[in-house]
């Protein structure tokens, strides 16, 4: 065998080889054939679908928390179906300070999240009254409906909407039905309602789209997605094009966030009309978390700078060590030290001011 030849043999089986390896250790850490779905979603295909009933849809279109579901692990809902104490016993003696958000404010990832949750933080260390409206997949809409209906009730001495850049930019407005659900919560994960502009009217359906259309390849359609299905290199090569298309979609929402602000400046709205401080404070992604302040502005220069919000946002410098990795990427412990502590100096010096 000429020396040509046995380069050209070393260089395939090195290929070959490395290819193999590649496709092992994909596997290995998670990524099967077929699998394109982003790596920050927390989802996964089961061989049975059913719903977890620990969040659910009320009366008032709000989404909230069932009782019965989190009793069975010692955490109180009170009477609103939130992770807060019961609005009925709150201290009348105490500044009271409402909180609204989404999975970060109910304290997702705090550990143990009555203990660590930047929320039970504040109220645990200092002599507010906190009331925690956060809830998991919660949105702009929710914020919006919470202030409407708890702003005029609790009657607050301060309002902060915890506000995470991650999703809480909304790509479309959705109506709020009440009692009917816009996630479907299962034992693969969260999954929305209405996607891509299509409304799930049950969750198989909505489960259905995610693996056989959205983010996985279970139904190929020609050799080409045959040959994708089967390797999870494949899979994940194929799935740049995608992340592509999210990104340049992502970077179009940035630039026009006018569903998102419709909704902030209503909730600024109901406050100011029942005189109550409003403030909105940001959480950024993990991936953006070390980013400079300067920088983020301007990234995000219509929502922070449009001209009747701008003076309300609160945007710590925040750090990657705050976060778990993804596909959680919540707040980790010390995140939510973090959040508490700029929050109790914030309130510290507001009411010391007064």
């Excluded at 989404?102 to 906190?130: I, K």
């Excluded at 404070?281 to 953006?288: G, Y």
């Excluded at 449009?306 to 778990?324: E, I």
Aim: aromatic share 14%; with cysteine; hydrophobic share 40%.
């Amino acid at each position: 065998m000429s020396s040509t030849r046995k380069i050209f043999l070393f260089q395939f089986l090195f290929i070959a080889v490395s290819l193999i390896l590649i496709e092992v250790a994909l596997r290995y850490i998670g990524y099967q054939p077929g699998d394109m779905k982003p790596k920050w979603l927390n989802f996964h295909p089961v061989d049975s679908l059913y719903l977890v009933h620990d969040y659910y849809t009320n009366n008032d279109g709000l989404l909230v928390a069932d009782s019965i579901h989190w009793a069975k692990q010692n955490i109180h809902i009170n009477e609103g179906g939130f992770r807060s104490p019961d609005f009925s016993k709150l201290d009348s003696t105490k500044k009271k300070i409402l909180l609204i958000g989404d999975s970060f404010t109910w304290g997702m990832s705090a550990c143990p999240v009555t203990d660590n949750c930047f929320v039970d933080l504040v109220r645990n260390e200092t002599n507010f009254e906190v009331i925690n409206t956060g809830i998991p997949a919660a949105d702009p809409v929710q914020y919006s409906l919470l202030a409407q209906k708890y702003i005029p009730k609790l009657k607050p001495d301060y309002v902060m909407v915890m506000f995470f850049t991650g999703n809480d930019i909304m790509k479309q407005d959705r109506e709020v039905i009440p009692n009917e659900p816009f996630y479907y919560y299962t034992n693969a994960g969260a999954i929305l309602a209405d996607m891509d502009g299509i409304h799930f009217k049950n969750a198989q359906a909505a489960y259905n789209y995610f693996v056989n259309d959205k983010y996985y390849l279970h139904q190929p359609k020609n050799i080409f997605e045959k040959a994708v299905a089967n390797s999870s290199l494949l899979s994940r090569l194929y799935s740049v094009r995608f992340r592509i298309e999210e990104k340049l979609e992502y970077q179009g929402m940035i630039k026009n966030t006018s569903i998102t602000k419709k909704y902030l400046k209503q909730i600024k709205n109901i406050a100011e009309q029942n005189h109550v401080p409003f403030k909105l404070v940001l959480i950024p992604e993990i991936k953006e978390a070390d980013m400079p302040l300067t920088n983020y502005k301007q990234k995000y220069s219509d929502l922070l700078s449009d001209t009747s919000l701008q003076n309300d946002w609160l945007v710590p410098q925040n750090s990657k060590n705050y976060f778990n990795d993804y596909p959680d990427a919540h707040l980790n412990n010390a995140g939510h030290h973090f959040y508490a502590s700029y929050l109790k100096d914030f309130l510290k010096n507001y009411f010391q001011s007064k």
